[in-house]
Every structure is written in C-alpha cells, then in structure tokens.
C-alpha cells in the first residue's frame, strides 16, 4: 500500500531524477519505442507516481502510473487524411475510438507528443499552480479542410507535417503538441502571462493555421475551430480540463475560438438546449399568440391586430418570437410554425367576427424571409380562410422590409393574388433605394418602432423625419409601430400617418384580453382608453 509521506524536498529531488531520466532515455532513443525504454519509463512512472501520491491522492497516483506504463504500449499510428476531417488512424486503416490513448508513428513528426504525456505534463501544471493568477489552460483545435480535392497519402501526409510544423513555429519548443485519437490538436503552453494573453497567442497560431498549406499541385485552406477549458483554483485533474475543452469545442463554429465557461459558451449552451426544447414546444402545444390592437390615428378606433407568436416554455416562462425564430429558421420549422399562426390567428378572427359583426377588424400576420421564399404560402393561406370562414383581404402579410431580396417581387404578387394586403414592416431598418422600394407590390408601410423612438428627441430626430418621409414618399398608408409617448402620438398627423401601434396604446395581449379590450371598446365607439394626447384629431 502506498503511503502519504511529507518531504517535499525529497519529492522534488526524486522528481528531477525521473525527469532527467526520462529525456535521457527519449534523447538516446530518440523517441523510438523499444522494450528497454518501456520498461524504463514504466519504472519511472511507478516512482513519479510515489512522488506524486503524497502531495495529492491514491487515485491520481494510480491515473498516473496507468499512463506512464500504458502510453508506449498502444500499437503504432498511420496519421492520414479521411473525407475532410484530418484524422488519425490505426496502421490496419481503422479510426481510433475517440478518447483512447495513442502512441505516435514515429515518423509522424518530432514535435508531437503521446496523449499520455500530455496529460501528465497538465497534471504536473495543475499541481505546481500555486495561486489563482497562475494560468492554466488546456487548447484544443480541430483543422477541417475546405477543399474536396482527393488527397494522396504522401499529400495527406505532407499536409498533417504542415499543418504541426505551423503550430510548432509558433510555439516555444517546452510547450506540448499532441493529436488525440479523434484527429485534434492538443496543445500545452508552458509561459503564460495572463487569460488574454493565451486567448491572443492561440487566436495567431489558429490564424496561422488557417493559411492555405502548399501541397504539390493544389493548396489547402483550412477551417480551424478551437477551445481554451482555463483552470480555476479547484481544477486539480487534467481529465476535467480536457473534457470542458472538447465540450466547448464541440459547439464552436468554424474560424472560432471558444472558452469554456464564457458568456458566448453559454448562450451556446443555452441555444443548445432551446433547440432540443423547441422541437418538444411544438408537439406538446407550448406555442401560443398574443395580439397587440392597432388603432386609427383619425378616429381613434381599433381596427385590428397584430398576431405575435409566444412560448411558454415549461421551466423558463415566455420566451419572445426574437429569441426563437432564428432557431426555428435554423431548425427549419419557420413554414410549419408559420402555418399553424394564420390557421390560429384565422381561427381568432373568426371568433371576433361572431362576437362582434359589425367590426370588421384586421388581423396582421408576420410573414419571414423563410415564409416568403415558400411557394406554397399563397395556395396555404387561401386554404386556410376558405376552412375557417375568413376572406384572406382581412389580413395583413408583414414582411420585413430586410428579409426582402431581388427575387420577392414576384413571391409578394403572389400573396397578394390571395386578396391578402402586404406591409412593408420595420421599415427603416433596410438599405434598399427608393426606386426598388417602389417596384415593390406592397400596400403599407410600417415604420419601425427605432425610427418612431427617434422621432420626438433631439439628435437623431432628423434623420428618424426623412425616413419617415422617405415613406410618404411611396404613397402608401403607414402604420407607426412602437408609439410608446404622447409626445410621439403628437407628431403622427404632422407626419402623414393613418394608423398607430405600442404600448402607449396597448402592449400585446392574450386572446382573452383581447376579447375584453374588444367588449369594452364595442360599447365606446371601438374606442380604446388611452391617454387623451395619444390620440390626435
Ligand atoms: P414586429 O413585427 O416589428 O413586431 C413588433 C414588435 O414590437 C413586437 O415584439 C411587439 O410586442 C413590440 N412592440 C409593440 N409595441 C411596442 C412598444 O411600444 N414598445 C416596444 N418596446 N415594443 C413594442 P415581439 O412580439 O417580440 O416581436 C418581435 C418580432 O418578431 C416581430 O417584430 C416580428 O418580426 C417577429 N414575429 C413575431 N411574431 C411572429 C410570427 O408569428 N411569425 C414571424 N415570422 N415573425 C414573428
Ligand atoms: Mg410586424
Ligand atoms: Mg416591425
């Protein structure tokens, strides 16, 4: 049985022997696997482990030995290039399973080191930390290549010897470069100043990295992605640190760096997750709509809704459509989720349409990039009213005025021919001229609620007014989306607007607040109660 002892002095002394030992065996042998050498390192990793055992516990030592005894029995390596990831294989042609310990081919290159040294040179790094403000970091890089040119393995090979010897030139020859099995580079630094200094010596080498490598008759640009896991002042096992590093790799995007445990790592996270989630929101009906009422800036009057997509999530409460929908884009669930919207909106309507016959209300749908490229949208929303007894003039499509592309026009026709009225939403928020604006089939404009925040102060007042001019200036309706202060509600009329939107008004709503919004403004002349200065007569 192993047991604790208290000389560090003498750890230290016995420690630098098995060092000394250990380069001297690799320097006579010159990194060559023989018999002698794994007997001798096996030994050496039994007394380092003894070493080791009393400044931390039986198990690392054990962790430790394992390693050192194991590292140069794993049959050698083949390093070549498969499909487009460079990955290492065994000499049989088979992929390593990840996470195994290797041994390198010898000739693979001088500066790689076994996976098994490597991490024994970060336990050593984490045990000799002695205070929070050394740094500590475990790096990882995947290189994938761009290209789908096939490689042969003498291209293969040379392109793996670039592709180290770029790492290596920008690294100190004591820092460690190893390959785990699944074909990543793993790199140790031995010097580092601080956090930012090691995020901005990695972000060179990956740059470096990136640069076409020169084979003989093509060159080959790399993607690089990369991830730094940094200990903190509990990280005493380098397993740990390695594992956060390939976790966080794992949800890195190609051309960049990643930390484990940064605010980008976790929104990624957390984006990880509301993708999982979002799939489940839509079978187990967690989507809801809200409605937000639009007014008429003459009478005052509602004159219809706005439809606005929710999610109760079960464990994170509402989430907002500016939140999801880019992940349903992503998902691809933008045609169904779009068509389960007009079926409930058309549905409402029709609700509201008994409930209140003669209002005659507007329901506004919001239609997106992914929507509008759908050749089926047209045909579904025709479907959809004919089913629930709406005509589709009652609705307003908004479409941004950003998600609007050189191909639209003839995809806007389309929903118009529906009998369907378009809106220009978020306008303001785009770069398209006035001339392409005005090819544009659409029957509204919306104003974006930045442009109508701008409206009433100082600075940026007038450059909101042209843009708001720029509007008339298409000679269609306009809606003022964001109205959220008499002082904006003044300016409307001024500055030609038929219609308004915002919470100085109403926020959006439920749809049994809807309904008792609707049952009190029917008995008011379909008026709502707003402050006397929103409305301008
Ligand atoms: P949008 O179409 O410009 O919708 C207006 C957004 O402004 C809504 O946010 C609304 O709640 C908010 N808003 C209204 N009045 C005010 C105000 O006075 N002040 C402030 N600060 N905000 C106000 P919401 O519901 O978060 O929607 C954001 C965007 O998400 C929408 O912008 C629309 O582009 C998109 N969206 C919402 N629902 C759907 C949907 O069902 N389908 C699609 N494709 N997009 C949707
Ligand atoms: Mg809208
Ligand atoms: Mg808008």
Redo the contacts with the bound molecule.
């Keep these: 049985m192993l047991q604790r002892r208290n000389h560090p002095s003498l750890d230290l002394v016995i420690l630098m022997l098995l060092a000394w030992t250990h380069m001297a065996v690799t320097h006579v042998t010159g990194g060559v696997t023989t018999a002698g050498t794994m007997a001798m390192v096996g030994v050496a990793g039994v007394v380092g482990g003894l070493c080791i055992v009393s400044l931390v516990d039986q198990a690392r030592h054990r962790r430790y030995v394992a390693r050192a005894v194991t590292q140069r029995q794993a049959p050698p390596l083949l390093i070549v290039e498969e499909t487009k990831r460079v990955v290492q294989q065994t000499a049989a042609g088979q992929p390593r399973p990840s996470g195994g310990d290797t041994t390198l081919d010898p000739d693979a290159h001088p500066r790689l080191t076994s996976t098994s040294d490597h991490l024994a040179r970060l336990d050593h790094m984490l045990l000799r930390k002695p205070s929070s403000t050394d740094v500590v970091g475990a790096v990882t890089m995947e290189a994938t290549r761009t290209t789908d040119i096939a490689l042969s393995e003498a291209q293969a090979a040379d392109l793996r010897r670039s592709i180290i010897d770029r790492i290596a030139s920008r690294l100190d020859i004591a820092d460690t470069i190893s390959v785990s099995a699944n074909g990543r580079f793993m790199l140790l630094i031995e010097r580092v100043d601080s956090k930012t200094a090691l995020v901005d010596h990695i972000r060179s080498v990956a740059a470096e990295l990136a640069r076409p490598h020169v084979l003989d008759d093509h060159s080959e640009p790399l993607n690089v992605r990369t991830a730094i896991a940094f200990a903190d002042t509990r990280t005493r096992c380098a397993d740990t640190l390695w594992r956060q590093a390939r976790t966080t790799l794992g949800l890195t995007e190609a051309g960049d760096l990643e930390i484990f445990g940064g605010s980008t790592h976790t929104a990624r996270i957390e984006r990880t997750e509301l993708r999982a989630d979002l799939v489940r929101a839509l079978r187990d009906d967690q989507l809801d709509v809200?409605y937000?009422p639009v007014l008429s800036t003459q009478t005052g009057e509602i004159v219809g809704f706005?439809?606005?997509?929710r999610w109760h999530h079960p464990s994170r409460g509402v989430i907002?459509?500016?939140t999801f929908?880019p992940i349903a884009d992503e998902l691809n669930l933008?045609p169904d989720m779009?068509r389960w919207?007009i079926d409930k909106a058309a549905t409402q309507l029709r609700m509201w349409d008994l409930d209140h016959p003669d209002s005659e209300l507007t329901m506004a749908?919001?239609?997106?990039g992914a929507?509008l490229a759908d050749h089926g949208l047209a045909g579904a929303i025709e479907r959809i009213c004919a089913r629930r007894s709406v005509l589709p003039s009652r609705f307003i499509l908004?479409v941004?005025e950003r998600s609007i592309t050189d191909t639209s026009a003839p995809l806007l026709s389309a929903l118009s021919s529906t009998g369907a009225r378009i809106a220009l939403?978020?306008f303001g928020t785009g770069n398209r001229s006035l001339a392409e604006l005005q090819e544009m089939p659409v029957d509204m404009i919306k104003i974006d609620?930045a442009v109508i925040a701008s409206l009433d102060t100082g600075d940026n007042a007038h450059v909101a007014s042209s843009i708001v001019e720029l509007g008339e200036l298409l000679g269609k309706p306009m809606v003022a989306?964001?109205?959220?202060r008499p002082s904006q509600a003044a300016l409307l009329h001024r500055y030609g607007f038929q219609y308004a939107?915002?919470?100085?008004y109403a926020?959006?709503m439920s749809p049994n607040g809807a309904d008792a919004l609707l049952d009190q403004a029917s008995r008011q002349q379909w008026r709502i109660e707003a402050p006397a200065a929103a409305i301008v007569h």
């Design positions: 809200d937000q706005e439809a606005l997509m907002g459509p500016t929908l933008i779009g919207l749908i919001n239609i997106s929507e908004e941004s939403d978020d609620r989306e964001g109205v959220e939107q915002g919470h100085l926020r959006a």
